[in-house]
């Protein structure tokens, strides 16, 4: 959603400005823009339609000099992607230059105010309104910079990440934030904004992880100067060390980062459990619920609230507490759960999944348990985010940066969490029986070697997946523990392939979507041999009896629906709760080689942005 990127210092800012807004590409990119004030005092605004390298195509007989910048890759909320809608906005002088992160909710009465002035807008954006306030605040009342922007936000609700600079003041920077992401990196003579790590982590590891509400004067040669906007007390600037490297956020040689993310999977998922999973003594260690195992074991239910691909992993999250831990657990998609007055208990515990950390609605589901006085349990990827900061308690995934807006180890890392999550509090409340619970953590220490096993097969899948680029329609078909891995693998297929795709409980087929099978209708059944087994054979032969194509993910060695399917994937043997973790890969696979046999862009999908930070 939007990527904002700023520099100030010693080097020419354009370069390290591009370079930040490709790799913050991933979280929008309908538009791009750059401001830099050059060395004679001009303040130059650059902007396109179009990705990243539009927008260098369109500088290249531009004056790119200064050593002070802001730049902006865009998700369009207000107003449709176009060069004038593209940030930075200047103020009606053009004596300021300003990107925005977030949403400004106040901005219509904000306008007509501004407009009442003699203000005239020339984007569609709530984004111009705070750069015209900006301007109005320091002509109104004779304010210098840094405190026309203070004055501008005490006005402004909504959230933000902001960098702003002066046409008059090549020495200046200034950003602020409120539930948007930002981080400030700390370098020698010189200072990096970037909404993530990525731009930064190049030229320092010292950053500093800005709070709510604060605003915060970057001035060359000096010391940052951060206040509260609520009493404009000074905040003592805290340096922390990132632990992100640059081969994190690269390619590695993958064509693409879905690829790079879905082969990183062992990886990633060793990483998550590192620490937590004692491979000699089969055992795990949560600290979260070494610390808040009670809450879960008094919990008169849990409520699981995601968006997407983590809503999906909540789904599995509720077979997992079910069957393990015999706690009653609602799945919520969290844009739905906070407007539908939903019971909320003091004694409920409220899991948030989320990657990213940054999803509005899930962060709204969040605070709405909160208030009503559920425990909140945060699972979450990005260190420091807002989901990690609402939460009582929480794990975080630790799967690395993840880049392609498709989910992929994102998912695994969460259901692991899930799983090692409920085996801990099952273990705790004496709902398993140790024999159970070792036998499960014994194949939690195989699964990466599984994986591995699953992506050596990724030329096999490569080729059923030429034979499906005709399809227009695809069926996932799942149960039990497998029935949210269909709705997973169908939404991988139609985010990145734009197929539509369809995933349901295999049972609840024949009350509709068979209607749909022909011979032209490709069925992937998700069909791990689990208790379950017969009855998903005899939705097979349903299928098979209209002649539907059907592409089976199988248990190696199996030979029943082998003899039906038109296509088989073997995956190796695992236990059934933690068989999403092995029938998810080459779902994964499937869907990213449809996706590029069809010649589309994997990492950045039309209309999709990494995190949805707007509701
Ligand atoms: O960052 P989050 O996990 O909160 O994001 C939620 C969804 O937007 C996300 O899972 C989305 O569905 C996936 N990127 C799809 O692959």
Known sequence: MCGIVGYLGTQNAYDILIKGLHRLEYRGYDSAGVALVDNNGQLNVYKTKGKVSNLEDYCKD??????????????????EPSDKNAHPHYSQSKNIALIHNGIIENYLSLKTFLSSKGYVFKSD???EVLVQLIEYMMNEHDLPLYEAVYQALTQVTGAYAIGVIEKNNPNELITARIASPLIIGVGKDEFFLGSDASPIVEYTKDVIYPEDRQVIRIVRGKEIEIRSLDN???????????QLSLEDIEKG???????????EQPKSLSLCMNGRLQREQKEIILSGIQNYGERFAKARRILISACGTSWH?????KYLFETLCRIPVDVEVASEFRYRNPVIYPDDVLIAISQSGETADTLAAMELAKKQGAFIYGICNVVGSSVARLTDSGTYTHAGPEIGVASTKA???QVCILAMTALAVAKQMETISTEDYKRIVTELCNIEEKIETILS???????ISKIFTYARNFLYLGRGFNYPVAMEGALKLKEISYIHAEGYPAAEMKH???ALIDEEMPIVVVAPRYQMYNKILSNVVEVKSRKGKILAIVTEGDTDIKRLADYVIEIPQTEECLSPLLTVIPLQLLSYYIAIAKGRDVDQQRNLAKSVTVE
Not at 63 to 77: D, K, L, P
Not at 457 to 463: D, I, L, M
């Open 411 to 413: 998912f695994t890392t």
């Open 125 to 127: 954006t709530d984004t």
């Open 313 to 317: 992993a909540g789904l599995i999250g």
């Open 512 to 514: 509709g979507p068979i």
């Open 62 to 79: 531009k004056n790119i000099n200064g050593t002070v910048g802001i730049a902006h890759t865009r998700w369009a909320t207000h107003g």
């Open 232 to 242: 404009k007390s000074l905040i003592k600037p805290e340096v922390k060390q990132i």
């Open 457 to 463: 097969k990724t030329e096999e899948v490569k080729e």
């Open 253 to 263: 040689g993958f064509e693409h980062f879905m690829l790079k993310e879905i082969f």
